[in-house]
């Protein structure tokens, strides 16, 4: 069993700066991508960033240049460092991975999800 549990989450004014975490644990050979997705209320949810294993990342075109996705293989954390918060960054935050189990030879992945972490930015 794979779990992923985001943490940092919280308030913050905007301009200000945070960083949220998420960390997986359980049968995990490799996780290739991961991802960071935020849903705020009344809106669907949308990627924020994702990053390969290899390090390679993207971003959504609002958060470029503020937010920066970061991951530690050997520990199986993924990062976001958000500065220049803004309003509409509040939202509920998700992580996502595509993880390989040990023992799958094929090295088949299969999507895992945190259970999110709330961001509130107040102006």
């Known amino acids: 069993q794979v779990q992923l549990v985001e943490s940092g989450g919280g308030q913050v004014h905007a301009g200000g700066s945070l960083r949220i975490s998420c960390a997986a644990s359980g049968n995990i050979f490799t996780i290739y991508t991961m991802a960071w997705y935020r849903q705020a209320p009344g809106k669907q949810r949308e990627l924020v960033a994702d990053i390969l294993s290899s390090g390679g990342t993207r971003y959504a075109g609002s958060v470029k240049g503020r937010f920066t996705i970061s991951r530690d293989n050997a520990k199986n954390t993924m990062y976001l460092q958000r500065k220049s918060l803004k309003p509409e960054d509040k939202a509920d935050y998700y992580c996502?991975?595509?993880?390989?189990?040990?023992?799958?030879?094929?090295?088949?992945?299969?999507?895992?999800w945190g259970q999110g972490t709330q961001v509130t930015v107040s102006s």
């Open positions: 996502s991975g595509g993880v390989v189990a040990w023992g799958n030879s094929d090295g088949h992945s299969v999507d895992y």
